[in-house]
């Protein structure tokens, strides 16, 4: 029977992390269940840095993009004695299960620390970058999508007015799933992401057969790890071999701030609740996810171990309705 909980929201933060927090406080304390929120993610973990947590603690936080127990990243977790330490505060603060919202290094980190702590560990996704394997969707990448969307709209604006190209750079370091959709969702004419090779010949070319068709704006959408240098270098690659006028816009962290989409509430609201209810069905070294519109759960290693692949099928759509 589980009596005490721990919560850290860890790695790049994502709207959606407090209303998956207050999801879980809330879902636990009607089970009885106290809950201490570790400060500043794997850092609180070692620095014994907690505050409790109450119903009113995550009162009026279901809007608010961050995370009220912050987030941070922390070398010295990756180091055993780091662990060692995290683990025996855990263990002198008697919690029986600790959940982590964050990204594929946060969930590895979660993994490694089932070497030396022997109690329940859950992982829910948090990352804008929806990259992690075991749920169709994390919690901040409808928000991202959003925060992007409405810059990209803007650009069309002035892509449209003037005569250039726009490379505009979207985050995904190793996934280009926020490129991807924003690129369908924007009407790009072209997506670059860090899963494909970017052929600058093969750019020039669409951007040619675009304006012979009388195309009059075109916009680029780049993953930040599609180019070596991203938008910026590329925008002044394309513009050396073509002569035609680029302009890189990095939309950058913007996209991880901001009061979470209806989606990404719902989805953390749910994750939330789940992971609580799973702990204390006595599961650990899962994380929760959602897979094909149910809740699911997936063993902690493979969902940084497995990579997610982008969806095949928008990315040839995007040919098509680009035209
Ligand atoms: P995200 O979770 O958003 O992918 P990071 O990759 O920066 O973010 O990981 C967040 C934190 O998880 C790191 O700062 C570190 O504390 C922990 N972590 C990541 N990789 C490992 C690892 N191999 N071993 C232990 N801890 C790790
Ligand atoms: O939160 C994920 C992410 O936004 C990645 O897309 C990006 O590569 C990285 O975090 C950058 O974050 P930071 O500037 O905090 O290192």
Redesign the pocket.
Known sequence: MIKRLAVITSG?D?PGMNAALRAIVRTAIHQNIEVFGFQQAYKGLIDNAYIELNSRSVSNIIQRGGTIIRSARCQAFKTPEGREQAAANLSALDIDALLVIG?DGSLKGATKLTEHWPGQIIGLPG???NDLWGTDYTIGYFTALDTALDAIDKIRDTADAIDRVFLVEV???MAGFIAEGVGISGGAEEILVPERAVDIKVLIQHINQAKQKGKVSFILIVA?GAYPGGASALAQALEEHSGVECRPCILG?IQ?GGSPAALDRILASKLGAFAVEQALQGQSNVMVGIINNELALTPMVHTWQNKKNLDPYLLKLQKILSQ
């Open positions: 790049g994502s990204g990352t804008i970058d985050m995904g370091r930040e962290h991880r």
